[in-house]
């Protein structure tokens, strides 16, 4: 049996231009630059620089109506051109000023193209007398040296690819020689290792022999399990030296690179150059914050646009082609309005975003003491300037702040709160640089298990199960107590 009901429903959808300023707003300043000049290139009717000209209404577009496709629905008959040229002024922005001198120069940093690692592995074969053979061979091994500078794989399984792949039929013996005697002499040391014990062995053995070194060897390659669990009495008891000797030798091996080939600044991919979204200052004992210059550009819509808009409302007899021309010209004009208006607002809402984190965090930014970062979860920014919690998150989670401490992600402010022994709400933060202090100053030779850091937080008024200290530490990125363990 079929049933008719009639159920009203109510939904909040987005237009196009509120999903596009949600996407402005979430760009960090690199980032909305690239977006800046793709829509300068794709709008000729949106101009940047200093030009001053007349202009047409702000409000001119504030009802628009919009097909299913979210495309403007307009006809050169509606279009009233006296407001497109008012004599108010054009839709414009021009903050720099408000941020930076007009001394202040823009500097970056150029990167060098340099040389890849394994090119570079590979110009240094040609230093060596090898036949055609063994060069093949050479070449290939290098190629499957990894990023940290290790050959990972199995020598009867390279043997395979090279019949397959290079052609070159060889032997276990002969790809081992390659390897020892070529390929692991290259620069920088220890490449070409097929594990940590030999990388580390290969650069101990490339270095003047010295007593400390000498035994340095010797307990990596007889006794490398005990060393890399820290079983510094099993090392005492079978080498049959004293802790002095033991920590001569540890801290010759501290020394070597466990991945070499990181080291190499060709094999580096480029790094993402951070730009801070905005400036925290302390002047005169108060915070004062700036946004960077680089997020409010200067902009304002062409003056060759408004003199094709006169040129057409003067023009007595109005053809179909000058009839196209003015609803794509008015086209232009609307969305260069509506970006300029979305930068303006992109620019108050993270300004109004930041100044509310800090002034929820003052203490910190005026002392840079983590220990005063307050529990402050995204709501809480929200609640305070009355915008939606995934706004503050959107401005959160991409932005960055120069600080008097250094630059900071912005959403490592962050943080859920627990409740101390008196009953009140502290940061997880705060909880954290407790027990990185604790353990930076415990004695290394007993390093503290988790079970006595959980009691040494309890002493300290913060009830934390051993799990949670243990979470904390991971997060902290710091080893357990036997990795932790010194001579």
């Known amino acids: 049996m079929l049933k008719q009901s009639l159920h009203q429903k109510l939904l909040q959808k987005l237009s196009p231009q509120q999903i596009q300023l949600m996407k402005l707003i979430q760009l960090p300043t690199q980032a909305f630059e690239e977006r800046l000049k793709q829509e300068i290139e794709e709008n000729p009717a949106l101009d940047t620089g200093k030009e001053e000209s007349d202009s047409f209404e702000d409000d001119f577009a504030n009802d628009i109506d919009y097909d299913d496709s979210g495309n403007e629905k307009i006809d050169a008959e509606d279009i009233n051109i006296d407001e497109y040229l008012s ?48 060069k093949a061979v050479a070449e290939f091994l290098v190629g499957s040296i990894d990023e940290s500078g290790y050959i990972r794989r199995e020598i009867i399984d390279l043997i395979d690819d090279l019949a397959f792949t290079q052609n070159v039929f060889t032997s276990e013996e ?53 060393f890399v669990k820290k079983h510094y009495k099993k090392l005492l008891d079978k080498f049959d030296i004293s802790e002095e000797e033991l920590k001569e030798a540890n801290a010759e091996i501290a020394k070597l690179n466990p991945k070499p080939g990181s080291s190499y600044a060709g094999n580096n991919k480029i790094a993402e150059q951070i730009v801070p979204d905005f400036t925290i200052r302390i002047i005169e004992g108060k915070l004062e914050l700036t946004l960077n210059s680089r997020n409010a550009p200067e902009l304002h819509v062409s003056r060759e646009y408004n003199n ?25 004009l609307d969305a260069a309005k509506w970006f300029i208006d979305a930068i303006k607002q992109r620019q108050q809402t993270l300004l109004v975003t930041m100044n509310a984190i800090m002034h929820y965090q003052y203490d910190y930014f005026l002392t840079g003491d983590e220990r005063k970062l307050k529990p402050m979860i995204l709501k809480d920014i929200a609640d305070t300037i009355n915008m939606d919690v995934s706004t503050v998150s959107r401005v959160a989670n991409s932005k960055y702040v120069s600080t008097p401490y250094g630059t900071k992600l912005i959403k490592e402010f962050f943080s859920e709160s627990m409740k101390n022994d008196q009953g009140e709400d502290v940061s997880t933060r705060e909880i954290k640089k407790i027990l990185e202090t604790v353990i930076a100053e415990e004695n290394k030779k007993k390093p503290l298990t988790d079970e006595k850091l959980s009691g040494i937080l309890k002493e300290k008024g913060y009830p934390i199960a051993r799990r949670t200290v243990a979470k904390y530490r991971e997060q902290l990125d710091i080893p357990v107590a036997r990795l932790r363990k010194e001579i």
């Not at 720099?96 to 970056?108: G, L, P, T």
């Not at 390659?178 to 014990?197: E, F």
């Open 87 to 134: 004599d108010d002024e054009y839709p414009s922005y021009k903050t720099q000023a408000n941020n930076y001198s007009a001394d202040d120069e823009e500097k970056q940093v150029p990167y060098a193209a340099g040389t890849t690692f394994h090119q570079s592995l590979k110009n240094q074969l040609n230093t060596f007398r090898i036949n055609e053979e063994e």
């Open 174 to 226: 002969k790809v081992e020689y390659v390897l020892k005697d070529v390929v692991q002499k290259l620069d920088p040391i220890g490449v070409g290792a097929r594990d940590l014990k030999e990388c580390l062995i290969i650069q101990l053995k490339s270095k003047s022999e010295t007593k400390s070194r000498v035994l340095a060897i010797r307990v990596l390659e007889t006794a490398f399990d005990h």
């Open 308 to 332: 094709m808009l006169k040129g057409y409302q003067d023009a007595k007899d109005k053809t179909k082609s000058q009839k196209d021309a003015v609803l794509f010209i008015k086209q232009k």
